[in-house]
């Protein structure tokens, strides 16, 4: 099932050129980088790749939803909050698929507390309604 977005508030807009042997540059100019295919895949491995770019969005993003559902119910989300994220890729029936490990750290909050607040973050994060259904999503509080 498809959810569409009642108003965009944001977009964003990169272009890429040569796939994963080329670059990628926001209409902005504050990214701009040389893409290359990992040495784990045969390339290089001397620029930034696709995987590389989606965990550092998706974890990004989750710490956004993180302080979101903490705002709303009066929680201080610590500073030092961080999401170490692993997006993998491989072959599946069809092509190819990618599956992704988030694992959260809250420092100072009770594990069950923590646990909680990821599991509503989970649910308003867009990365997560983006990808729920699609892959694999391990979220784990460390």
Do not use: W
């Amino acid at each position: 099932m498809t959810t569409k977005i009642e108003k965009v508030i944001y977009q964003a807009h990169a272009t890429s050129t040569g796939g994963r042997d080329g670059t990628t540059r926001t209409s902005d100019g504050l990214l701009d980088l040389k893409l290359a295919v990992p040495k784990e895949m045969g390339g290089p491995g001397n620029g930034v790749n696709p995987e590389q770019l989606f965990a550092s969005g998706y974890s990004a993003c989750f710490i956004g939803a993180m302080k979101f559902v903490a705002g709303t119910q009066k929680i201080a989300l610590p500073a030092d909050t961080s999401i170490n994220a692993t997006v993998g890729i491989g072959q599946i029936p069809a092509g190819f698929g990618i599956e992704v490990q988030l694992e959260v750290s809250i420092p100072g909050m009770d594990k069950a507390a923590a646990q909680a607040l990821v599991d509503k973050a989970h649910q308003v994060c867009p990365y997560s309604n983006a990808t729920r259904g699609n892959i694999e999503v391990t979220i784990t509080v460390v």
